[in-house]
């Protein structure tokens, strides 16, 4: 065990019904102190189970969950130690929204209240019952209950799915400094692919109660192992190319790829990693524009190579025609996957 070390799940399974299939399926990770991990994945997948398991509402067949090394398996819920804020957010009906957050706040003073209200957004909010606020207020007043009782793990379900998108980013980058100075661990669990990249430090990404692939925001981000994990995280270009040593053949020419292989491959090319210019005059074109998406700041380009079509992100300021020859190009490496899937 680390010295870090917070959160450890291991080989956690859940099975509803004897012939149900299996929600979650042998499934192991550790958090650090402080960390941040999102579950992410398809509806299904188990990452209600698995919270609820670590939570201690639901008890799984087989596998534990320790927590700075203790097993919890057999402790009850309200003993473990970790907060949680579920969809159904669990306020107090009859006290305010100062009672509720002083309500097993672990210090006691005049500005806990008004701190935590500030980081959620809701000063001035401290008199007010819950059921005189919004889905979203309640949201976050459930938010900052879980965190003034600076508990080192939070379980979050959802946390950010009632504000609106403008809220929403400013609620993460204040709570994730908060989370951050206060040392507070969190596991959640979202839908949202861009809510799991800002907010997490650390993803993973589950399929029919399992993790896919675990690891840095970015890092799976940019080298998905394969083509579910590259396309559930945002758009993509899955090509098939034959690789050898260092580079793959592909309709887009050859490119450099960012391990060597060798033999079928797929690979994934984000669209923000390709560039796109129309060809100079004695210039062979690789592709052809055939349809132009504009976005406000930016541009997408479908782009017909060889008969594959690729999309391509371009800033505004270039401004290609549907039909124009172009040189499509990618900026780095490309990402060949574990699995041929095409
Ligand atoms: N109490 C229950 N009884 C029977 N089946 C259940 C129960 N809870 C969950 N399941 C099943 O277990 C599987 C995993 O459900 P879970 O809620 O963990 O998924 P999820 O990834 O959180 O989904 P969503 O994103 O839709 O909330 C699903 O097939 C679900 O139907």
Redesign the pocket.
């Known amino acids: 065990m680390t010295d870090n070390l917070l959160l450890s799940v291991r080989s956690l399974s859940r099975r ?2 004897r012939k ?2 299996v ?2 399926d042998d499934l192991s990770f550790d958090i650090d102190t402080g960390e941040i991990l999102a579950l992410i ?10 919270l ?1 398991m670590i939570a201690g509402f639901e008890t799984p067949d087989t596998g534990r969950v320790l927590l700075s090394g203790r097993d919890l398996t057999s402790t009850p819920a309200e003993q473990r130690g970790i907060g949680m804020v579920f969809q159904d957010y669990a306020l107090f009906p009859h006290m305010t929204v100062g009672e509720n957050i002083r309500f097993g706040a672990r210090r006691n003073g005049r500005d806990v209240v008004a701190r935590y209200l500030g980081m959620v957004g809701l000063d001035g909010f401290e008199q007010r019952y819950p059921d005189q606020l919004s889905g979203g207020q309640q949201q976050r007043v459930a938010l900052a209950r879980s965190f003034a009782a600076e508990p080192r793990l939070i379980l979050l379900d959802e946390p950010f799915s009632n504000l609106d998108a403008a809220l929403r980013s400013a609620a993460r980058r204040e709570i994730r400094r908060l989370l951050k100075s206060a040392g507070i661990a969190i596991v959640f ?1 979202t ?1 949202d692919q861009e809510e799991a990249l800002s907010f997490a430090d650390r993803i993973a990404i ?1 399929r029919d ?1 399992r993790i896919l692939q675990s690891g840095m925001a970015q890092e799976v981000y940019d080298r998905p192992a394969d083509a579910f994990v590259a396309t559930f995280l945002g758009r993509t270009n899955l090509l098939e190319g034959t690789a050898e040593g260092g580079f793959a053949r592909t309709s887009l020419g050859l490119l450099p790829l960012t391990r060597p292989t060798s033999g079928r491959v797929s690979i994934s090319l984000r669209p923000e990693r390709l560039g796109i210019r129309a060809v100079e005059a004695d210039e062979q074109p690789n592709g052809r524009i055939v349809a132009v998406e504009f976005k406000g700041h930016d541009m997408t380009y479908w782009v017909d190579c060889d008969g594959v079509e690729v999309q391509v992100d371009a800033m505004q300021s270039v401004r290609l025609a549907e039909g124009t020859p172009v040189r499509v190009a990618v900026d780095g490496e490309a990402v060949p996957l574990d699995v041929v899937s095409l």
């Open positions: 509803f019904g149900g299939p929600a979650v994945g398809p509806s299904g997948c188990g990452k209600t189970t698995t609820r669990v839908h589950m109660g």
